[in-house]
């Protein structure tokens, strides 16, 4: 084996390996900046030997012990500063290659969770909790996270320094939350996971490879977390919702890059693989039982479009309710504005408008071109062309993606020949 | 990235001779191994090419011929195949070394074979283009 090729499998072994490596190693360190030095340390060990030994039949197992040797002999050297060091190195048992499949499921499901309410904790920013996340349970290198973000490396480098002196400086126990908090540190992971994947799937610019790069990273720490923790519907729901919303990647550009709404798109290019995925696990988050929270009932609104063959067989009364439940889980003027979508395809669009009219004196939905846009098209459907150009130029004013705009002021020239007509 | 990991048809396959409890043991707990690692889209195994159909066009234009099963060479057909979603080559490759021996009398063999995606059909110049133009702007942030 040629050195770059075990470069190469190395850097795929790490992929694999890494998220449940720094858990492991976590839980004997308690920090995870050091744990994520002994993992490396690992690493560059394992680069060195394999080419000549070849690569270990559990390369896993293998790096779990030559990082936790590591941690041990550091814990023994810091002997005389630490005394709780040495207590933990005592009671620590090495794994081996033989006993590492009994542990893998248990133990290692039991810390991945821990390590991800540990990057995802609030002490963070929000941005530092996706940067900390994909560097350390998605294994991705900060020049990766960098690229999928659009901002420098040293920017990101720094984020993540910053991040794991942070938890070490509030003590942030590795552990998974009990009883009340626990419901509240699941939204904030979960949240987490939503933002990574939105990041990759609503930018219709950007790289072509880093953007799909966060939206696979998402689903798939999203896809872990629903094996680790399936007693939580809305991890289920989360999860559904990114696989239908994937299932549409190929039909949502066009083949200029412009983006093509979801009413419009060829229904022949999604994915019908990832669709029936994420209508297995919204059946997963259902039948745990337990009122739909707000991911589920995305998903389930989602999986309305999904399952229609046509967009006019689309069942907008269904979604229409779904967004009524949508709107008492999470009330936000955004849902509103869906919801008067919602209703206006399923009762007509003067319902829609009603609703949209109230949504007008909305403080927060102030600049948002949404808002002229929906009301718009609402009153196109009314023949209420002149009202219905104001609103097109006046949304068209508003947003600040030049595809949308160029779009809108085509919608509000429409509207003025359809006047004179 | 996606890949498929074939599974060969073997002579047990092919006469619908069952695996043994351990293969069938191993098989499902590598295929756990997969779906904790959110890599497995979906497996599943295939019936023998008795049972099967092969619908070919020996002439150009021409109407198609049907021709029922069993097919010989076994190597030639497939027992099964996973489906995985990875992030390179050597990942997909790293999957299907842990698989298990799908035979186990040495007849045991895994293709893999990368799935098209979206990326490779959208390498459109006006693409390109604007990733050339993205590239930029990140090296320029970088030096700021």
């Known amino acids: 084996m040629t050195s770059s090729t075990t470069q190469r499998t190395v850097d795929a072994i790490w992929r694999m390996e890494s998220a449940k490596l720094i858990a492991g190693v976590t839980r004997m360190v308690r920090d995870v900046g050091l744990a994520e030095d002994l993992a490396q340390d690992a690493l560059v060990i394992a680069l060195e030997r394999w080419p000549e030994t070849g690569i270990p039949d559990n390369p896993g197992a293998w790096l779990m012990t030559t990082a936790k040797r590591r941690a041990i002999d550091l814990m023994r050297r810091s002997k005389v500063r630490d005394q709780k060091y040495v207590e933990v190195a005592r009671n620590q048992e090495l794994y081996t290659e033989d006993d590492i499949d009994a542990v893998l499921d248990g133990e290692i499901g039991d810390d991945l969770l821990r390590l991800i309410f540990m990057t995802c904790h609030p002490v963070l920013s929000q941005e530092a909790r996706v940067a900390l996340t994909l560097r350390l349970l998605c294994g991705l290198t900060t020049d990766e996270i960098a690229r999928s973000f659009l901002v420098a490396e040293s920017t990101i480098a720094q984020r993540i320094v910053r991040a794991k002196k942070t938890l070490s400086a509030e003590k942030v126990p590795f552990e998974v939350p009990a009883g009340a908090e626990l419901q509240d540190r699941l939204t904030a992971v979960l949240e987490v996971i939503y933002l990574m994947f939105n990041e990759g799937y609503s930018a219709t610019s950007g790289d072509q490879w880093f953007r799909p790069l966060l939206c696979q990273e998402a689903l798939r720490l999203g896809r872990v977390l629903a094996e680790i923790s399936p007693q939580e519907p809305e991890v289920h729901g989360l999860v559904a919702l990114m696989e239908i919303q994937s299932s549409r990647f190929q039909a949502r550009v066009n083949a200029k890059g412009e983006p093509v709404l979801l009413l419009d798109q060829n229904r022949a290019r999604w994915d019908q693989l990832l669709i029936r995925r994420g209508l297995a696990a919204l059946e997963r988050s259902r039948k745990l039982g337990r009122p739909l929270g707000a991911y589920s009932l995305q998903a389930a609104i989602s999986a309305c479009h999904a399952q229609a063959p046509t967009a006019a067989e689309t069942n907008w009364i269904k979604i229409a309710a779904l967004y009524e439940a949508l709107s008492r889980v999470t009330p936000s003027p955004i849902v509103e504005l869906n919801k008067a979508v919602a209703i206006s395809m399923a009762f007509g669009p003067a319902f829609g408008l009603q609703i949209v009219d109230e949504l007008n004196a909305e403080p927060s939905l102030k600049g948002y071109h949404l808002l002229p846009s929906v009301r718009g098209d609402l009153l196109v459907k009314l023949g209420r062309y002149e009202e219905a150009r104001i609103e097109f130029e006046r949304a068209a004013s508003m947003t600040r993606n030049e595809q949308e705009r160029i779009l809108l002021l085509k919608r509000a020239s429409e509207c003025a020949s359809e006047r004179s007509n | ?144």
């Open chain 2, 1 to 144: 990235m996606r890949f498929m990991l074939i599974v060969k048809a073997t002579t047990d396959s092919e006469a619908g001779v069952k695996p043994s409890q351990e293969l069938i043991d191993a098989m499902q707990k590598y295929n756990e191994e997969l779906v904790k690692a959110g890599v497995l889209l979906a497996a599943d195994g295939l019936m023998p090419s008795s049972g099967g159909i092969r619908i070919s066009y020996p002439e150009p234009g021409g109407k198609p011929k049907v021709t029922d099963g069993p097919f010989a060479e076994a190597k030639e057909m497939i027992a099964g195949f996973t489906l995985i979603d990875v992030k390179s080559r050597e990942e997909a490759i790293q999957w299907a070394m842990r698989m298990p021996d799908p035979h186990g009398f040495g007849q045991g063999e895994i293709e893999l074979r990368q799935i098209y995606e979206v990326e490779d059909l959208m390498n459109t110049p006006e693409s390109l283009e604007k990733e050339a133009a993205l590239r930029k702007q990140v090296e320029e942030q970088k030096q700021a």
